[in-house]
């Protein structure tokens, strides 16, 4: 069965972060949460109030620096 995961990133370099954000079955619901969430990250306003936009569209542990944060989508193959 493939899952489709939800990752954010942020930083660059050494400084560069990744998580994993949601797990979902459906490609469609994994697509929209990464849609949601890069519509999110590209507010305008400091980093704490970009933070609290992607908090509230769905990134429990969003994290923001001056690069700025993007979302993608991974397939896996559960087993």
Same mark, same amino acid.
Request: proline share 1%.
């Given at each position: 069965?493939? =899952?489709?995961?939800?990752?954010?990133?942020?930083?660059?370099?050494?400084?560069?972060?990744?998580?994993?954000?949601?797990?979902?079955?459906?490609?469609?619901?994994?697509?929209?949460?990464?849609?949601?969430?890069?519509?999110?990250?590209?507010?305008?306003?400091?980093?704490?109030? =970009?933070?609290?936009?992607?908090?509230?569209?769905?990134?429990?542990?969003?994290?923001?620096?001056?690069?700025?944060?993007?979302?993608?989508?991974?397939?896996?193959?559960?087993?």
């Amino acid at each position: 069965m493939k =899952i489709y995961t939800v990752e954010g990133s942020t930083g660059e370099y050494e400084d560069r972060r990744t998580w994993s954000v949601k797990a979902f079955k459906s490609k469609k619901k994994a697509d929209e949460l990464c849609y949601k969430l890069n519509k999110a990250a590209d507010k305008r306003g400091d980093n704490k109030k =970009i933070q609290e936009y992607l908090k509230e569209a769905g990134d429990p542990y969003a994290s923001v620096d001056y690069g700025g944060t993007n979302y993608y989508v991974y397939d896996l193959e559960l087993e």
